[in-house]
Each structure stands twice: as C-alpha cells, then as structure tokens.
C-alpha cells in the first residue's frame, strides 16, 4: 500500500509546488511508482510545472460527478514511466470537494502506487483541511523568513492534532552568503524554532525558476546542479538512505528578530 504524503506550508509562495514535481519525478526515477495530486481546487499549479498542462480532460471532481471513470482523470507522464499526475479539479471549475470524497479516491489508488504525494494548497483553511485527510506523513516546507516559520508551526500543530506525526521539514531558498552576513536564519534557526526532523535543504538558485517555466523538474537535467543534487538526496533520504545535509551555516544567529520570533512562538505555544 501507498505511502500517503502532503506537502505542505503555511505560507504560500515558499517552492511546494517545485518541491512537489522534484520529489515525484525522483521517486519515478528511482523505480518507485508515483501518483502526485494537485489538491488546490481553482488554483492549480501542479500541471504546468510538470508540464501536462495540455494533457489534462478530466479531474477528480469529474470522477466525482460520474462523467468519467477514475483511471480516465490519471494522466501519465512521457517521461517518466512510472510517474503520474491527478488534477482533484479544474482552474474553470471551483466546486467544492469534501474531505470523505478525497479521501474515497485517494483510498481507491493506494493499491497501485508506491507513493501518492498530495500538493495541498497554502493555508489552514478548507483546501488544508481537505488534502490531509487521506495522509499519513507530511513534509512541510519553509523559507528562512518569519511570515514562513511562524505559519508553519501552525501548520506543524495542526498536522499532529489530526494524528500526522511524521513529519518532516525542507528549508527552501537557502542564501550561504546571507546566513553568513546574519542577514537571514540559519539551518540551526529554522530546525530548532519548528521542532521537527529535517529531510532537506535547496539553496536559493536561477535554474529552478528556469526549469518551473519550462515544465520540465529540475531533477531531469543531463548535468546535475546543486538544487537538483539536493532534491535527489532529500529524495532518498525519505526512502530512507542515511545522508549527510549541506552544511551551510551552523552557528545559530544573534540577530534579534530570530530572538523576537522563538519569544512569540513559545508565548504561543503556551497559550
């Protein structure tokens, strides 16, 4: 049976899309079958950055409404043989799906996926709410900015009151020479401010902008680049392979803004 995965972040604009399509694309090329779901009901994103834009006839909510069978809505990548992609809806077509319709369809393609990894929209509201309730792991994703950490361990708490206790976390947009000049939070920081097991860090890098509006993941590039040596690894890493992590930076900065973050966070967190 499948390993149910949502990659999320309580923030929107942190790279969980791209880390998305990466991931997918590396656990496809790897062996492993793989399903990613684009779970942002009227802002999907998931499709063009994977390339399948064009691709797509039908959605989960055409499943739903019994227009077309289950396996029609399943587009499989070209590529890569044993990756696929399943769009929940149309950017057209906002109608809303519940949470037990989900996770009806996702329940029905565990059996034939190594891996359903579920690009859950930004936030804590409905759609959140929506893509992590077939999940039984969640990655969160983060920039080393406050507005990012600080929702993020809202989303952290959130995933362990619905029973997600595997969690894992992925720093995004890492800047050495930033760290360095204590201008942004170290890896340090960022692990000991949210509390949770760190699979991965992507430094800050033109070549995944490039690659997201090619609709081609990073990861698929004839010379491999730092990012896409970064995803590979944090990739096997959650298979389970015992990797050493970028080591960037890891003096824990006296900036007093980092200071101001940790204060509010715990005066949350004993609220």
């Given at each position: 049976m499948a390993r149910v995965i949502v990659i999320t972040s309580g923030k929107g604009g942190v790279g969980k899309t791209t880390t998305t399509s990466n991931i997918g694309m590396a656990l496809a090329r790897l062996g492993y079958r793989t399903l990613l779901i684009d779970a942002d009901v009227g802002l999907r994103n998931l499709d063009l950055l994977l390339g399948l834009e064009n691709r797509i006839i039908y959605t989960g909510l055409d499943v739903i409404q019994e227009k077309c069978r289950l396996e029609q809505a399943i587009i499989q990548d070209k590529r890569q043989t044993k990756l696929s992609f399943f769009p929940l809806?149309?950017?057209?077509?906002?109608?809303?799906?519940?949470?037990?319709?989900?996770?009806?369809?996702?329940?029905?393609?565990?059996?034939?996926?190594?891996?359903?990894?579920?690009?859950?929209?930004?936030?804590?509201?409905?759609?959140?709410?929506?893509?992590?309730?077939?999940?039984?792991?969640?990655i969160v994703i983060v920039t080393p900015e406050v507005p990012s950490i600080r929702d993020a361990d809202r989303v952290v708490g959130l995933l362990s009151a619905k029973n997600i206790l595997d969690i894992r976390l992925i720093i995004n947009r890492i800047r050495p020479r930033m760290v360095k000049t204590e201008d942004m939070m170290s890896v340090d920081d960022v692990t000991n401010i949210l509390g949770i097991p760190l699979l991965g860090i992507i430094p800050e890098s033109e070549e995944i902008i490039i690659?997201?509006?090619?609709?081609?993941?990073?990861?698929?590039?004839?010379?491999?680049?730092?990012?896409?040596?970064?995803f590979d690894n944090l990739t096997r890493r959650l298979l389970g392979e015992d990797l050493e992590l970028v080591d960037l930076n890891k003096q824990t900065s006296k900036n007093p803004v980092k200071r101001i973050?940790?204060?509010l966070l715990f005066q949350n967190g004993n609220q």
């Open positions: 809806s149309s950017i057209q077509n906002k109608a809303t799906i519940t949470k037990t319709q989900v996770k009806d369809l996702l329940d029905k393609l565990k059996n034939n996926y190594d891996f359903l990894l579920i690009d859950s929209p930004a936030g804590i509201e409905g759609g959140f709410q929506t893509a992590i309730e077939a999940a039984n792991e969640a690659s997201s509006n090619r609709g081609e993941p990073l990861i698929l590039e004839d010379k491999p680049s730092l990012p896409s040596t970064a973050l940790r204060n």
